[in-house]
């Protein structure tokens, strides 16, 4: 009885040990089956979402302090309606029915992912910053205006690179995994050719969920 109680201790240890390697076992089973509800359905959207807006949103920040000319001239109001573009974005990206379509098309560009790509590339100093200085200018200061113009000219330019990626970009075989503490496990690879960094976190004993999505 003795032994089988440690055996028993041992197997219970095992499975809460090795519960998150088996959850990206099926992740990733379920990226090369395009088997996108599944994947979708790992998703805690709760966490995710604000993480992701949190991330461009900041970045965006970081890059405005490098142009004081652009500050001065758009000054606050650039950036609320940049960050109101990377909030709608976001939303209308990080959704239960766009990541199943994403993952069964193995990420074919839609409008929804394109203004995601739009506003990471934004958030990451890749706008035509003497165009934009330009559009300030002539616009008179319709800063409005100028951003969405500059979202179309992104975004266009983001749909040619995230079709090429798809037909070119390549995805890592062997991720890497690793525990980030007792409830938090990683998984660090490249889609396409990104390189991502996914957090999943325990609920329960053997049960994850993906809470966070680290970009680029």
Do not use: H
């Not at 394109?114 to 200061?141: M, P, Y």
């Amino acid at each position: 009885m003795k032994k089988l109680v440690i055996l028993f201790i041992i197997i219970a240890i095992a499975v809460y040990a090795g519960s998150p390697y088996y959850s990206a076992y099926q992740l990733k089973n379920a990226y090369d089956d395009k088997d996108g509800a599944t994947i979708a359905a790992a998703i805690n959207y709760d966490q995710v979402q604000p993480s992701v807006q949190n991330q461009l949103t900041s970045q965006f920040a970081t890059t405005m302090t490098k142009y004081p000319l652009i500050s001065e001239l758009g000054g606050d109001a650039l950036t609320q309606a940049a960050n109101g573009f990377i909030a709608q974005a976001v939303e209308g990206a990080i959704t239960p029915q766009n990541i199943e379509k994403v993952i069964n098309t193995q990420g074919q560009a839609n409008t929804a992912t394109k203004e995601l790509a739009a506003a990471w590339a934004i958030a990451s100093d890749q706008v035509d910053l003497k165009n934009l200085i330009q559009s300030l200018i002539i616009q008179r200061g319709d800063v409005d205006a100028v951003v969405k113009s500059q979202m179309q000219q992104v975004m266009k330019k983001q749909a040619a690179e995230l079709e090429q990626q798809v037909a070119q970009g390549n995805d890592s075989e062997k991720p890497t995994l690793s525990y980030c503490g007792i409830n938090c496990f990683s998984i660090s690879g490249q889609v396409k050719g990104y390189p991502l960094t996914i957090e999943m976190q325990r609920e329960g004993l053997i049960n994850w969920k993906i809470v966070d999505i680290v970009l680029p």
